[in-house]
């Protein structure tokens, strides 16, 4: 099932500079979108959404940018912190449909 | 601030057991799932239950999967005769209603099935 796509398994960043995760998806029907941040032994932890009504939404350091043309998302963290450190995943679903379908998941490192 | 919690944390089975994984949703949500990652893959869909029903199921729920609302408060995956291949991490989830499209996870149950 590759509806939702993660491309980048991993990715580290400085304390303080901008963290860019990405995700692709392939179903047009898809019309809402979340990210969720993993800890190691824990549930993934819902961070923010955007509806397709929507290109950008904004909630503290996380920014989550929707291009509907391109199927695209991303997830902007600034700064970045080091408790920031986790597995990003990304979500979709569309109405009609409570199958949510994850992302592989990004790595994200934050160096001190 | 409220939680899914899940119990066990960990439980092993003999293959062909029977397996109940538990889960406490939020309280006041109407919406519950149970999903699956099996290590190194993605998180799956299992299932989703509203109003005492099963509102959708993936093609991963199949007949040796089952769902229930027993009391109030308790929401149960019951895996009738488990596999090897039924080893993963099970998280249930809740939300609050058909408007509110953002499930909630608990920090999940690891089944390994020996």
């Known amino acids: 099932d590759q509806q939702v796509k993660q491309n980048s398994p991993s990715l580290s960043v400085q304390e303080g500079r901008i963290s860019i995760l990405n995700c692709d998806y392939t179903?047009?029907?898809?019309?809402?979108f979340l990210w969720y941040k993993k800890y190691p032994a824990e549930g993934p932890t819902f961070l923010i959404s955007i509806s397709s009504i929507k290109d950008k939404n904004e909630d503290g350091r996380f920014t989550v940018f929707l291009n509907k043309s391109a199927k695209h998302l991303s997830l902007h963290i600034v700064p970045s912190q080091p408790g920031d450190s986790a597995v990003y995943f990304c979500?979709?679903?569309?109405?009609?449909?409570?199958?949510?379908?994850f992302g592989a998941g990004t790595r994200l490192t934050v160096k001190p | 601030e409220p939680e899914v919690t899940q119990t066990p944390s960990h439980q092993v089975t003999q293959m062909g057991q029977e397996v109940i994984l538990r889960c406490v949703p939020i309280?006041?949500?109407?919406?519950f799932y149970w999903y699956r990652q099996i290590l190194g893959q993605k998180v799956e869909f299992l299932v989703s239950f509203y109003n005492n029903e099963i509102s959708e199921k993936s093609e991963i729920f199949d007949d040796q999967f089952s769902v229930e609302r027993p009391d109030g408060s308790n929401f149960t995956l019951k895996i009738r005769s488990t596999k090897l291949e039924d080893s993963a991490m099970y998280f249930c989830a809740s939300s609050l209603g058909p408007r509110d499209r953002r499930p909630l996870f608990g920090s999940g149950t690891r089944l390994t099935v020996v």
């Open positions: 309280s006041n949500h109407l919406y």
């Open positions: 179903n047009s029907m898809f019309d809402y």
């Open positions: 979500a979709a679903s569309h109405g009609g449909s409570e199958d949510m379908r």
